[in-house]
């Protein structure tokens, strides 16, 4: 070092000995609080805990697996908690009670006895407080409000809290029903989260529209409005302020007597960082969020540092900077008693880059995505039975199943964006609570069943179920039917109202009768099973259960059913003898047989027309003389593997396609086509791993396809993303309505965004939408619908065209950190391939405006499908010994047609928790747009309803209550509102619930018994 140097250095040092008195020991003052008039940070110390990504959650909370992750919750819990203690002015948020939960389970009653006094003082906050951060694209509404419900239950229970946040930082894009239903009807004052198109961020910030007041609803407008954040970034803090204990930012170096002193530098930084932000920012007050992805395992290194930050700053005097949470933010924002921008409809979808819409996981493991489906249909039905029976304290019970499906709803699990072992984690899980949850099913339709009054027999009957269905392996009504022994087949209704179907169930015989309970035979038919549908089995039931498949033929037998709400029926499959009523066999027919001639299917007013190839060209509903030309076929995109000028790869999050090919085989098989009294099946290969089964009901005017997909050949060195495309002449202008989780139709136009000038880079990727429930297209005279039984992504890209991505199989990281290619194979010994998958979708044109009444009644009955038990009858007298039908509810009630009883559940107090939803939107439709009314009486006969609370949608507050507290945010109106309906309070003597369209109303009922129940 020079001398002039040197010089220099001294007196610096000297001087900046000057400044701290006392160098051994600073008392940071960290009390700060809001000042008026200057720019207040607001420092909120918070950590990311995902629950399941790259680990799976129990390995997350303790810290396994570390050689993929160095991340322990455990170690954040304990380690904030300590370090809360040490000041009060410390803050902390935690959001994940999946976690939360976890540890709390750990500590002793003293500990307990401080975690509460941090919660009652505010140092510790539960904001968002379901039991995950749940996606937004992939789930579905009903699964979305039970597992928050759980988290906010247990935050009641445990601090008598109630969370005011919705903090949604990690997901993917957001949703309307986000918004509206999962925040505003909770009583959240705000929502914040990150990701956001950057095109869309990038004007935000021009305009400081970042933070707005957004009406997810078009029916519930402003009175489920909620002010919604988005952060200038990302969830982490400013450069330069990361301080887990490996990161690198230079920490505030206060002690003269060691080297790099540096507080009037660190100073400058946070004060820049804070007018850089303050500069998109209404208002003076901006939010820094301290932390990011499992951070906070050693706390105090952060706690350490903002104790500095906020000493040094707020002596500095040019900002404010203080401990905070979102909620006292948001109290703060609303005290500016500014107005602020209006936001409609959603932030779907997702684009980090020009080149990166995350629209792939709208699809990605659809397997997964299915099965969290039908158990969050099979939880709600379970639940129902639960509270039938009574809530036993000792019997099985749904709450595995319920914390399980809960966590399943993480935005990386129901996502499908998390390692393979993670998603084996989560699958497991749901299985071992639905293996509990089917004993209760069982339990509960035997003691209903065996409750006959004058029957001698005590409740024993044995019911089975099939939840392997997904690869057609049923044994207890795969059973031999000899000796007089029948198949008794209980079906279940969830829904409020009586639905009349056909079921199909697998038998090994193709001489059977199928009686109802009255003895009466009923019109039944056989139906061959598919080529494919036989070596899907085959090789599943090999693979995952050990077992080869026996040889003998299998058949569908389908037959009507007509089961009351809330209640079941029974049906009696036995051998036939030579009777009459015997199972008709399908016909079997060959399109070869016939060449050169047109092929029309359908026994009733739906009709569909085949060419001489074997293609679809004609959907005809005779009935109401609706018809257009049809085309049905499947492609796949190949997936950009990145090394192109960009090295965006298409992978688990991001779907980024190069071409698309038809899919065709080199030679057309021939059609398969198969009649019957009660539907015509018409089986297609399409090509050695692409085949459908479309049926067409005779008492139905949809048609119901049936596809099965895999394994994806990846031998070409290519991962595909395979498409289904539903192809009319409509012409559609460039618009298509998806739905949002399961509930509000958004209108998309294609290549357009309603709130900036969209530079489309991704004709495809950039026009897909996330689809739970359905999707449509319309040209003024018809509407095409389509709807799903999982979640899918899809797009209409061309018009009179709507197209759905069915699976993918990726050979290449996208990036995004999960550090896996999506290539998702089952095993037989080392012999592996890649999934096949099998699902359903729905089809169906109907007049202009017709179309909402099909889309909301059978998109609830494919969400809720019929649940069959078996039980095999010994001799032929089941209906003299047991009770065959039965209905929860009054049998001559059933609730309207626009209305679905979406929760009922017995809580462990004995009281009642119960959902209603009204199933259409405003103008949606002439009739069941309107206000509905719902008959409490009716819906609990002898019981006497002692009190009626109506609560927030997830019953931790009185509605009253939440409305009285809830902030009330003026928005900068750009039209007057139409006026918004909601339905009534509840008069306590006439008890009924009034529902306007789209809403959701959640009551706790307290009943009595008037008479035992059978
Ligand atoms: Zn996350």
């Known amino acids: 070092m020079a001398i002039a140097a040197l010089r220099v250095a001294l007196a610096l040092f000297f001087l900046s000995t000057c400044l701290p008195a006392d160098s051994a020991y600073i008392a940071y003052n960290t009390s700060a609080s809001i000042v008026p008039g200057k720019i207040n940070v607001h420092l909120v110390p918070h950590s990311h805990d995902d629950v399941g990504w790259l680990k799976t959650v129990d390995q997350y909370y303790v810290g396994a697996n570390n050689s993929i992750r160095g991340a322990c919750v455990q170690n954040v819990l304990d380690s904030v908690i ?77 601090f008598g809290q109630i969370p005011r946040v919705g903090w949604q930082i990690d997901p993917f894009g957001h949703s309307a029903v986000q918004a509206y239903l999962l925040g505003a009807e909770l009583g959240f004052d705000s929502l914040f989260f990150a990701r956001i198109d950057y095109q869309d961020r990038a004007k935000r910030l021009r305009d400081k529209t970042l933070e707005v007041i957004w009406r997810g609803s078009k029916s519930l407008g402003s009175s489920s409005q909620i002010f919604t954040g988005v952060f200038p970034r990302h969830y982490d803090p400013p450069d330069n302020f990361v301080f887990e204990i490996n990161d690198v930012s230079p920490p505030i170096q206060d002690d003269v007597l060691l080297f790099d002193y540096n507080v009037q530098e660190r100073v400058n930084d946070f004060v820049a960082a804070a007018l850089a932000q303050a500069n998109v920012t209404r208002t003076n007050h901006i939010m820094w969020l301290m932390g990011t992805d499992f951070r906070y395992q050693y706390a105090n290194s952060w706690f350490r540092q903002m104790d500095k930050f906020i000493h040094y700053v707020n002596q500095d005097g040019r900002v404010n900077a203080f401990y905070s949470t979102p909620s006292i933010y948001t109290d703060a924002k609303y005290a500016a008693n500014e107005e602020w921008p209006l936001k409609f409809d959603d932030y779907f979808p997702y684009a980090d880059n020009p080149n990166a819409y995350w629209t792939g996981y709208f699809t990605s493991r659809p397997a997964l995505k299915g099965y969290i489906r039908a158990m969050g249909a099979y939880y709600l039905a379970a639940r129902q039975l639960e509270f039938v029976n009574g809530r036993s304290s000792s019997g099985p019970n749904t709450d595995a199943l319920a914390d399980a499906l809960a966590i399943a709803q993480h935005h990386d699990a129901v996502s499908g964006t998390q390692r393979q072992h993670v998603a084996a984690d989560y699958a497991l899980r749901i299985s071992i609570g639905y293996l509990e949850a089917e004993k209760l099913v069982a339990s ?146 060959s399109s070869r047989e016939s060449p050169g001639s047109t092929i029309e299917v359908g026994q009733g007013s739906l009709k569909l027309q085949y060419d001489e190839e074997g293609k679809l060209i004609q959907y005809v509903n005779t009935r109401n003389q609706v018809h257009t030309d049809a085309e049905l076929s499947y492609s796949y995109y190949s997936g950009n593997d990145g090394t192109d000028k960009d090295p965006q790869a298409s992978g688990a999050y991001i779907f980024r396609p190069n071409m698309t090919y038809p899919i065709k085989s080199d030679e057309k098989s021939p059609l398969t086509v198969i009649r019957g009294p009660l539907l015509d099946e018409v089986h297609e290969k399409i090509n050695s791993w692409v085949s459908q089964v479309t049926r067409i009901y005779k008492d139905k005017e949809h048609a119901e396809v049936e596809f099965t997909i895999g394994p994806i050949p990846i031998d070409d060195g290519i991962g595909k993303e395979v498409t289904t495309k539903i192809t009319t002449a409509m012409k559609t202008n460039s618009t298509f309505y998806t739905d949002s989780n399961g509930r509000d139709f958004i209108k998309r136009v294609r290549d357009f965004r309603n709130d900036w000038d969209l530079e489309v880079h991704q004709l495809v990727a950039g026009n897909y939408y996330p689809i739970n429930l359905g999707t449509y297209v319309e040209d003024g005279q018809r509407e095409l619908s389509v709807l799903v039984d999982r979640a899918v992504g899809g797009s209409s890209l ?138 409490l009486k009716r819906l609990f006969p002898n019981r006497k309803i002692v009190k009626v609370t109506e609560t927030s949608l997830s019953a931790n507050q009185e509605r009253t209550e939440m409305e009285n507290r809830r902030l009330k945010w003026k928005a900068m109106e750009t039209a007057s509102e139409t006026e918004v309906k909601r339905g009534g309070t509840v008069n306590p003597v006439k008890l009924v619930v009034e529902l306007a369209p789209m809403e959701v109303r959640t009551f706790i009922i307290e009943l009595s018994f008037l008479q035992m129940m059978p």
């Open 798 to 935: 061309v018009d009179g065209q709507l197209e759905l991505m069915l699976h993918r199989r990726m050979l290449h990281d996208d990036i995004r950190g999960v550090g896996e290619i999506l290539n998702e194979t089952v095993c037989i010994q080392n012999k592996c391939e890649g999934l096949t998958i099998q699902g359903k979708f729905y089809l169906r044109v109907d007049p202009k405006g017709g179309g909402a009444r099909w889309r909301r009644t059978v998109g609830q009955e494919i969400y809720s499908p019929l649940l069959l038990a078996f039980s095999e009858q010994e001799e032929n007298n089941w209906a003299e010994s047991h009770l065959t039908t039965f209905s929860a509810i009054d049998p001559s009630y059933s609730l309207p047609g626009n209305v679905a009883l979406i929760t009922l559940q017995e809580l462990e107090n004995g009281n009642v928790l119960l959902r209603l939803a009204h199933l259409y939107e405003i103008g949606e439709d002439e009739e069941y747009s309107a206000t509905a009314s719902v008959e």
């Open 444 to 589: 509960s339709l035997s003691r209903l069943v065996d409750s006959k009054s004058g029957s001698r027999k005590k409740s024993n009957t044995n019911f089975q179920q099939c939840p392997l269905l997904n690869i057609s392996h049923c044994p207890p009504s795969e059973i031999v039917l000899k000796d007089g022994k029948g198949l008794v087949v209980v079906i279940y209704n969830p829904l409020g109202w009586q639905r009349d179907e056909v079921v199909k169930i697998l038998v090994s015989d193709d001489n059977v009768i199928v009686r109802d309970s009255g003895g009466k035979s009923i019109e039944s038919q056989l139906l061959p099973v598919s080529a494919a549908t036989l070596k899907l089995k085959s090789f599943y039931t090999r693979a995952y259960l050990g077992i080869s498949a026996s040889e003998s033929i299998k058949y569908w037998l389908a037959f009507s059913v007509s089961v009351p709400p809330l209640g079941f029926s029974t049906y009696i499959v036995s051998a036939a003898g030579y009777t009459d009523g015997r199972s008709v066999m399908s016909t079997v027919s």
């Open 82 to 158: 300590s370090a809360l203690l040490e000041d009060k002015n410390r803050k902390f948020i935690y959001v994940e009670m999946a976690f939360f939960q976890r540890w709390w389970k750990q500590q002793s009653d003293s500990m307990k006895l401080k975690v509460k006094e941090l919660v009652n003082s505010g140092q510790l906050e539960f904001i968002n407080g379901g039991m995950c951060m749940h996606d937004e694209a992939t789930a579905h509404f009903i699964d979305l409000i039970d597992q928050t419900t759980l988290g906010h239950q247990f935050i009641k229970e445990e």
